[in-house]
């Protein structure tokens, strides 16, 4: 791991965590299942989208992907946000090998003609995150609970397990996860590396079980992250 981001990180007191007593796909497995129907389809559109960077997606460069995602529902949340701006936006399905097993992926495509619409609308709606959860009110905690979860899906590692980590591509994004967490009752910390790649974690073992909780894991929190005093 980078020097710059191990060193910026607390040490814990105490015995570490055991993290791991269930797998990290298991752990999101049980994300995606709990994802409740709610107002907030748009904030996990800014989310798929903003997190991941758009790549071109066939050889002739005519369409675009704008998110890829292992869980259909938010691959289809995504596409429905952005079609009343691109109309074309359609969502693909294709096997891929993660983690060892093989999965489906489902991609968000766009016209490439049309993929700074898509990415305008993509800002946009990251943006309205930030003023979304700037007061303390029920329906900024619900949208909390939304970003973590959208986030842990999306962009989270397993790396280093004495934390949620999720990789976010810039600042802004960070401040999000950051300002979520305060809504969470949580601590979570932005950190940069030396070559410029952006994590938000949170480090201590009952605040990530917090986290975990809020957003739907259930059982399955206390089995990811187990601590022993």
């Known amino acids: 791991m980078d020097d710059t981001l191990t060193a910026s990180m607390p040490a814990h007191t105490g015995r570490r965590a055991r993290w791991g007593a269930v797998s990290h796909r298991t752990l999101l497995d049980a994300l995606a299942a709990s994802v409740p129907v709610s107002p907030y389809d748009w904030a996990d559109a800014a989310l798929v989208t903003g997190l991941l960077r758009p790549v071109t997606w066939d050889r002739h460069g005519l369409w675009s992907s704008i998110a890829s995602t292992t869980h259909a529902a938010l691959a289809a949340r995504t596409a429905r946000v952005v079609r009343p701006v691109v109309s074309d936006v359609t969502t693909v ?6 983690g060892g097993r093989e999965r489906a992926a489902f991609e968000v495509l766009v016209p490439t003609a049309r993929l700074a619409a898509a990415t305008g609308l993509s800002e946009d709606l990251c943006a309205s995150l930030t003023g979304a959860l700037g007061h303390r009110a029920p329906e900024a905690v619900a949208l909390a609970r939304t970003v973590w979860r959208t986030a842990l899906l999306v962009a989270s590692s397993d790396r280093r397990r004495a934390q949620l980590r999720v990789r976010v591509p810039d600042s802004p ?7 979520a967490g305060e809504l969470l009752d949580v601590e979570a910390r932005h950190h940069r590396t030396r070559d410029r790649v952006h994590f938000v974690t949170v480090d201590d073992p009952t605040d990530a079980v917090a ?3 809020a957003v739907g894991a259930g059982p399955r ?6 601590g022993r005093c």
């Open 173 to 179: 994004l960070a401040g999000v996860l950051v300002r």
């Open 211 to 213: 986290v975990l909780r």
């Open 221 to 226: 929190a206390e089995a990811w992250v187990r």
């Open 93 to 98: 399905r294709q096997a891929a090998r993660r």
